[in-house]
């Protein structure tokens, strides 16, 4: 029996192995593994492709999103609007930088933030509204910045699922004030560890950025504000800068693997597919269906399918468990249960397929049969 991975990477890996180690075996030679003419190439690059100004390095998606806090100069006393439904580096971040993380809930169709609750949670101490691009699917970016800037708000967009993504024509972090990227090993663009950037056009908010990840200093050895030190090695850089070339055929390869899943999977009962909404490009970093509860035990409809999927070989994802307002963590805020039941919904629903650009056509039919058993 067959194994389908949520994502293969050794697969990627292959295709493009002769320019990856070439790109490697060059960094490794010039003994310049920090730094460096490669990590600045890769930076002017993807600010290009993303359209802004500036494009800042750091060493994860985690550091972006703290980094670009920090940088806005958010701290204590500040609150931060953002989704209970993301990886909990969304929320984390905030919290490091001092300020409170203020949620709301979700639109079950997109799994994105309800922009309609947005102004309910504004409150005089809101600095900032962070909005989660989850699983490769943009949030109406037109409707958020009307909001924000109707009160004074920054948007830092979380863009770590969404590299490509569009809303009304505008790559994704090219549309707030500030997106932040995570280059883990399976985001659409990945390397073969951790990574990350911040993108601006704002020339202030770029370099406070490059001056706290560097310990703070702006000059070596002087030091202007407590910093940390996130960088981007080049190792990590040289890989990236040959898979961005790569990244448009791989998105849209992600954009025909949901096109035939939503072919195949179209006439099972007892499962939502994801869709796509008007004005945005979806880049499908996962494909996520909701599974209606069907069972009155103590395992849900979902969990009972996923088991019987890896028995059959098919390994699938849940992203995301438990909603961050009800996660140990943040009790504190004093979320209860029932407090976003549309994400606390969808917790209890949600499961990834395998969802990776070289996916085969017969593997996702594997998957489209395994699901089509199970309910009849």
Known sequence: MNTIPPVDLVRQYKNISDEIDRAVLEVVRSGRYIGGAIVSDFEEQLAEYVGTSHCI????????????LRALNIGAGDEVITT?????????????????????????????????????????????????HLFGQPVNMARLMDIAQK???????????????KWGGNIVG??????????????????????????????????????IKEHGSAQRYYHD???????????????????????????????????????LLASIPNIQLPQET????????????????????EKTTRD????????????????????????????????KNGAFPIAEQAAEEVLSLPMFPDISVEEQEQVAYALGDYFS
């Not at 390095?57 to 670009?68: E, P, R, W």
């Not at 209970?84 to 997109?110: H, M, Q």
């Not at 009160?151 to 993504?165: F, K």
């Open 57 to 68: 390095s750091c060493n994860s998606g985690t550091d972006a999103l703290y980094l670009a």
């Open 84 to 132: 209970p439904f993301t990886f909990i580096a969304t929320a984390e971040t905030i919290s490091l930088a001092g300020a409170k993380p203020v949620f709301v809930d979700i639109e079950r169709n997109t799994f994105n933030m309800d922009i309609s609750a947005i102004e309910a949670a504004i409150t005089p101490q809101t600095k900032a509204i962070i909005p989660v």
């Open 151 to 165: 009160h004074n708000l920054y948007v830092i967009e979380d863009c770590a699922q969404s590299t490509g993504a």
């Open 174 to 211: 090219n549309i707030g004030h500030v997106g932040c990227f995570s280059f883990f090993p399976t985001k659409n663009l990945g390397t073969c560890g951790d990574g990350g950037a911040i993108t601006t056009n704002d020339p202030a908010i770029a370099q406070t950025i490059r001056v």
């Open 225 to 263: 504000v407590v910093g940390i030190n996130s960088r981007l090695d080049s190792i990590q850089a040289a890989i990236l800068r040959v898979k961005l070339s790569y990244l448009e055929q791989w998105n849209e390869q992600r954009r025909e693997v949901a096109r035939r899943y939503h072919q």
């Open 278 to 297: 008007n004005g945005g490009d979806h880049v499908w970093n996962q494909y996520t269906i909701l599974v209606k509860n069907q069972s009155s035990q």
């Open 304 to 335: 009972d399918l996923r088991e019987k999927l890896q028995e059959k070989g098919i390994i699938s994802m849940i992203y995301y468990p438990i909603p961050l307002h009800l996660q140990k963590v943040y009790q504190n805020l004093g979320y």
